[in-house]
T-cell receptor
Framework: QKEVEQNSGPLSVPEGAIASLNCTYS??????FFWYRQYSGKSPELIMS????GDKEDGRFTAQLNKASQYVSLLIRDSQPSDSATYLC????????????FGGGTRLMVKP | GAVVSQHPSRVICKSGTSVKIECRSL??????MFWYRQFPKKSLMLMAT?????????EQGVEKDKFLINHASLTLSTLTVTSAHPEDSSFYIC???????????FGSGTRLTVV
């Protein structure tokens, strides 16, 4: 079992819809969770971080964390074609220093 | 916010030559930097962890004599691909995080093409 798992997609949603991206992780010691967006040919950029159970909202993005289920998700409201990218989930253990473990990424396609 | 500068952004080199890639943290000190490689339509693959003032830690399967990492200061890490071959052609990305932790900040990446 991979440490951080994501459906590779592609996930296709129409413009204006809600895109739901999911991530599961195997290490119960994980304490920090991050979502990165990566456009083709570019390096990843951090869009959300979440550290405690529940929801965290930032503009059109909402991260959801459920440590009991070892599940973290990212919701994108009012999806735009410019949101089309690969979304990477990453987790970190406190005792792992600054090392993040990345999932394989989910490719999102928002169709006009 | 934290900025990581990576150069060059794109390089084409001949097979058998060496290429150096630089990664600088511009507004913070990074005791640790990470080097990733990414093949087309694949996920990030951690190559090595670069620690200031000490030897890098390489992931399994990554040749330390081929991918030389130097982290001479708290703001600079370099990756040298020695005796490059076409199969080394890839997108190389560095990342760092401020001492207080948090998510990585990635460099802009280096597209290496070996011909």
């Amino acid at each position: 079992q991979k440490e951080v798992e994501q459906n590779s997609g592609p996930l296709s949603v129409p413009e204006g819809a809600i895109a739901s991206l999911n991530c599961t992780y195997s290490d119960r010691g994980s304490q920090s969770f991050f979502w990165y967006r990566q456009y083709s040919g570019k390096s990843p950029e951090l869009i959300m971080s979440i550290y405690s159970n529940g929801d965290k909202e930032d503009g059109r993005f909402t991260a959801q964390l459920n440590k009991a289920s070892q599940y973290v998700s990212l919701l994108i409201r009012d999806s735009q074609p410019s949101d089309s990218a690969t979304y990477l989930c990453a987790v970190n253990r406190l005792d792992a220093g600054n090392m993040l473990t990345f999932g394989g990424g989910t490719r999102l396609m928002v169709k006009p | 916010g934290a900025v990581v500068s990576q150069h060059p952004s794109r390089v084409i080199c001949k097979s058998g030559t060496s290429v150096k890639i630089e990664c600088r943290s511009l507004d913070f000190q990074a005791t640790t930097m990470f080097w990733y490689r990414q093949f087309p339509k694949k996920s990030l693959m951690l190559m090595a962890t670069s620690n200031e003032g000490s030897k890098a830690t390489y992931e399994q399967g990554v040749e330390k004599d081929k991918f030389l990492i130097n982290h001479a200061s708290l703001t600079l890490s370099t990756l040298t691909v020695t005796s490059a071959h076409p199969e080394d052609s890839s997108f190389y990305i560095c990342s760092a995080t401020p001492r207080g932790g948090g998510g990585y900040t990635f460099g802009s990446g280096t597209r290496l093409t070996v011909v």
